[in-house]
Protein backbone atom coordinates (compact mmCIF):
# COMPACT_ATOMS: atom_id res chain seq x y z
CA UNK A 1 0.00 0.00 0.00
CA UNK A 2 0.73 3.67 0.39
CA UNK A 3 1.80 3.78 -3.23
CA UNK A 4 2.64 7.20 -4.95
CA UNK A 5 2.85 8.21 -8.84
CA UNK A 6 4.12 11.00 -10.62
CA UNK A 7 4.07 11.56 -14.35
CA UNK A 8 5.76 12.29 -16.18
CA UNK A 9 8.75 10.69 -15.13
CA UNK A 10 10.95 12.87 -17.53
CA UNK A 11 10.66 16.05 -19.47
CA UNK A 12 12.55 18.09 -21.93
CA UNK A 13 11.06 21.86 -23.19
CA UNK A 14 11.90 24.64 -24.03
CA UNK A 15 12.74 28.31 -21.93
CA UNK A 16 9.77 30.23 -21.74
CA UNK A 17 7.17 27.20 -21.72
CA UNK A 18 4.75 25.95 -18.84
CA UNK A 19 5.08 22.06 -17.71
CA UNK A 20 2.81 20.17 -15.62
CA UNK A 21 3.86 17.54 -13.00
CA UNK A 22 1.09 15.34 -11.28
CA UNK A 23 1.54 13.63 -8.54
CA UNK A 24 -1.36 10.89 -7.40
CA UNK A 25 -1.90 8.55 -3.90
CA UNK A 26 -2.86 5.67 -5.77
CA UNK A 27 -4.23 3.59 -2.66
CA UNK A 28 -4.52 6.14 0.21
CA UNK A 29 -6.30 9.67 0.18
CA UNK A 30 -3.86 12.33 0.86
CA UNK A 31 -4.65 14.76 2.65
CA UNK A 32 -1.43 16.90 2.60
CA UNK A 33 1.43 16.43 -0.24
CA UNK A 34 4.49 18.20 -0.49
CA UNK A 35 6.72 19.05 -3.44
CA UNK A 36 10.42 18.67 -3.12
CA UNK A 37 13.07 19.75 -5.23
CA UNK A 38 16.68 17.40 -5.42
CA UNK A 39 19.82 19.29 -7.29
CA UNK A 40 22.54 16.75 -7.99
CA UNK A 41 24.42 15.75 -4.84
CA UNK A 42 22.35 17.58 -2.42
CA UNK A 43 19.43 17.24 -0.31
CA UNK A 44 15.28 17.28 -0.76
CA UNK A 45 14.25 20.90 -0.30
CA UNK A 46 11.07 21.12 0.76
CA UNK A 47 9.32 23.62 -1.73
CA UNK A 48 5.67 23.72 -0.79
CA UNK A 49 2.58 22.18 1.35
CA UNK A 50 -0.12 21.51 -0.02
CA UNK A 51 -3.99 20.52 1.90
CA UNK A 52 -6.83 19.47 -0.20
CA UNK A 53 -9.10 22.20 -0.85
CA UNK A 54 -6.75 24.99 0.61
CA UNK A 55 -3.89 27.16 -1.15
CA UNK A 56 -0.38 25.92 -0.80
CA UNK A 57 2.06 27.22 1.86
CA UNK A 58 5.56 27.73 0.33
CA UNK A 59 9.08 28.01 1.37
CA UNK A 60 10.71 30.72 1.48
CA UNK A 61 12.51 31.61 -1.88
CA UNK A 62 10.34 29.83 -4.01
CA UNK A 63 8.66 31.90 -5.99
CA UNK A 64 4.69 31.14 -5.77
CA UNK A 65 3.31 32.89 -9.00
CA UNK A 66 6.29 30.39 -10.75
CA UNK A 67 6.28 27.30 -9.53
CA UNK A 68 1.91 26.76 -9.55
CA UNK A 69 0.62 23.87 -6.70
CA UNK A 70 -3.34 22.50 -6.88
CA UNK A 71 -4.22 20.18 -4.96
CA UNK A 72 -7.78 19.55 -5.71
CA UNK A 73 -8.45 16.18 -4.64
CA UNK A 74 -7.90 13.75 -1.94
CA UNK A 75 -5.61 11.74 -4.44
CA UNK A 76 -4.07 14.10 -6.67
CA UNK A 77 -1.98 17.29 -6.85
CA UNK A 78 0.06 19.39 -9.91
CA UNK A 79 3.03 21.39 -9.58
CA UNK A 80 3.03 23.39 -12.72
CA UNK A 81 6.56 25.04 -13.66
CA UNK A 82 5.43 28.49 -15.35
CA UNK A 83 8.10 30.19 -17.99
CA UNK A 84 10.55 27.85 -17.40
CA UNK A 85 14.20 28.74 -17.60
CA UNK A 86 17.53 26.39 -17.86
CA UNK A 87 17.68 26.67 -14.14
CA UNK A 88 14.65 25.23 -13.25
CA UNK A 89 16.07 21.98 -14.34
CA UNK A 90 16.43 20.16 -11.85
CA UNK A 91 14.45 16.45 -10.30
CA UNK A 92 10.90 17.28 -8.82
CA UNK A 93 9.82 14.22 -6.08
CA UNK A 94 5.80 15.05 -4.75
CA UNK A 95 5.15 13.07 -1.52
CA UNK A 96 1.33 12.60 0.53
CA UNK A 97 0.76 11.84 3.52
CA UNK A 98 -2.91 10.86 5.41
CA UNK A 99 -4.09 13.27 7.89
CA UNK A 100 -2.21 12.51 11.70
CA UNK A 101 0.81 10.15 9.92
CA UNK A 102 3.69 11.10 10.29
CA UNK A 103 5.00 8.85 7.32
CA UNK A 104 4.97 10.96 3.47
CA UNK A 105 5.25 8.36 1.02
CA UNK A 106 7.36 9.06 -1.94
CA UNK A 107 6.55 9.39 -5.73
CA UNK A 108 9.53 8.68 -8.20
CA UNK A 109 10.23 11.78 -9.13
CA UNK A 110 10.15 14.06 -12.41
CA UNK A 111 13.52 14.73 -14.05
CA UNK A 112 12.80 18.38 -15.83
CA UNK A 113 15.06 19.54 -18.27
CA UNK A 114 14.73 23.12 -20.09
CA UNK A 115 16.96 24.11 -22.83
CA UNK B 1 20.55 26.67 8.91
CA UNK B 2 20.67 22.89 8.56
CA UNK B 3 18.39 21.43 11.44
CA UNK B 4 19.61 17.86 10.12
CA UNK B 5 23.22 16.90 9.07
CA UNK B 6 24.56 14.03 7.66
CA UNK B 7 28.79 15.30 7.76
CA UNK B 8 29.68 11.97 5.85
CA UNK B 9 29.31 12.15 2.56
CA UNK B 10 29.91 8.90 1.31
CA UNK B 11 30.83 5.35 3.23
CA UNK B 12 32.51 1.78 1.98
CA UNK B 13 31.85 -0.88 3.30
CA UNK B 14 32.73 -4.37 3.01
CA UNK B 15 29.43 -6.88 1.94
CA UNK B 16 28.98 -8.51 5.00
CA UNK B 17 30.13 -5.60 7.72
CA UNK B 18 28.23 -3.71 9.51
CA UNK B 19 27.44 -0.36 7.45
CA UNK B 20 26.88 2.45 10.06
CA UNK B 21 25.29 5.95 8.74
CA UNK B 22 25.32 8.74 11.23
CA UNK B 23 22.82 11.60 11.69
CA UNK B 24 22.68 14.40 13.74
CA UNK B 25 20.09 17.17 14.28
CA UNK B 26 19.54 20.53 16.50
CA UNK B 27 15.95 21.14 16.54
CA UNK B 28 14.75 20.47 19.79
CA UNK B 29 11.02 20.11 18.95
CA UNK B 30 11.54 17.15 16.42
CA UNK B 31 10.20 13.93 17.96
CA UNK B 32 10.06 11.84 14.88
CA UNK B 33 12.88 10.48 12.89
CA UNK B 34 13.26 8.89 9.70
CA UNK B 35 15.79 6.96 7.29
CA UNK B 36 15.10 6.76 3.45
CA UNK B 37 16.77 5.30 0.79
CA UNK B 38 17.30 6.58 -2.42
CA UNK B 39 18.78 5.37 -6.13
CA UNK B 40 19.22 7.96 -8.63
CA UNK B 41 16.71 9.18 -10.29
CA UNK B 42 14.06 7.50 -8.28
CA UNK B 43 12.18 8.55 -5.06
CA UNK B 44 13.21 8.07 -1.49
CA UNK B 45 11.78 4.91 -0.16
CA UNK B 46 10.40 4.70 3.79
CA UNK B 47 13.43 2.21 5.36
CA UNK B 48 12.79 2.72 9.23
CA UNK B 49 11.63 5.13 11.80
CA UNK B 50 11.95 5.83 15.36
CA UNK B 51 10.10 8.26 17.71
CA UNK B 52 11.60 10.21 20.26
CA UNK B 53 10.14 7.73 23.15
CA UNK B 54 12.29 5.23 21.80
CA UNK B 55 15.67 4.74 21.60
CA UNK B 56 16.23 2.46 19.63
CA UNK B 57 14.05 0.58 16.40
CA UNK B 58 14.76 -2.65 14.74
CA UNK B 59 13.29 -4.33 11.82
CA UNK B 60 15.29 -7.40 9.96
CA UNK B 61 19.23 -6.14 8.94
CA UNK B 62 18.21 -2.26 9.72
CA UNK B 63 18.44 -0.88 13.16
CA UNK B 64 18.26 3.07 14.56
CA UNK B 65 19.56 4.05 17.36
CA UNK B 66 18.66 7.38 18.84
CA UNK B 67 20.27 9.72 21.09
CA UNK B 68 18.28 12.36 22.34
CA UNK B 69 20.66 14.27 24.80
CA UNK B 70 23.43 14.50 22.09
CA UNK B 71 20.67 15.04 19.25
CA UNK B 72 22.00 11.91 17.72
CA UNK B 73 20.82 8.96 15.46
CA UNK B 74 22.30 6.10 13.48
CA UNK B 75 21.35 3.64 10.58
CA UNK B 76 22.91 0.25 11.68
CA UNK B 77 22.67 -2.17 8.78
CA UNK B 78 24.09 -5.81 9.45
CA UNK B 79 25.49 -7.66 7.42
CA UNK B 80 25.22 -5.29 4.81
CA UNK B 81 24.71 -6.81 1.13
CA UNK B 82 25.78 -4.99 -2.58
CA UNK B 83 22.04 -4.19 -2.94
CA UNK B 84 22.51 -1.61 -0.02
CA UNK B 85 24.39 0.73 -1.94
CA UNK B 86 22.23 3.80 -2.24
CA UNK B 87 22.17 7.16 -0.70
CA UNK B 88 20.62 7.27 2.46
CA UNK B 89 18.83 10.09 3.87
CA UNK B 90 18.04 11.12 7.40
CA UNK B 91 14.85 12.83 8.05
CA UNK B 92 13.08 14.36 11.06
CA UNK B 93 9.64 16.09 11.40
CA UNK B 94 7.43 17.14 14.85
CA UNK B 95 4.01 16.78 14.46
CA UNK B 96 2.22 17.61 11.36
CA UNK B 97 5.22 19.46 10.09
CA UNK B 98 6.96 18.62 6.96
CA UNK B 99 9.84 16.48 7.15
CA UNK B 100 13.07 18.09 7.20
CA UNK B 101 16.14 16.20 5.14
CA UNK B 102 19.87 15.81 5.87
CA UNK B 103 21.94 16.16 2.32
CA UNK B 104 22.70 12.23 2.46
CA UNK B 105 25.16 9.80 3.03
CA UNK B 106 26.52 7.63 -0.65
CA UNK B 107 26.83 3.98 0.95
CA UNK B 108 28.84 1.45 -1.72
CA UNK B 109 28.92 -1.80 -0.29
CA UNK B 110 31.75 -3.83 -1.81
CA UNK B 111 31.90 -7.49 -2.79
Known amino acids: GAVVSQHPSWVICKSGTSVKIECRSLDFQATTMFWYRQFPKQSLMLMAT?????????EQGVEKDKFLINHASLTLSTLTVTSAHPEDSSFYIC???????????FGPGTRLTVT | DQQVKQNSPSLSVQEGRISILNCDYTNSMFDYFLWYKKYPAEGPTFLIS?????DKNEDGRFTVFLNKSAKHLSLHIVPSQPGDSAVYFCAANSGNTPLVFGKGTRLSVIA
Open chain 1, 50 to 58: SNEGSKATY
Open chain 2, 50 to 54: ISSIK
Open chain 1, 95 to 105: SARTGGDYEQY
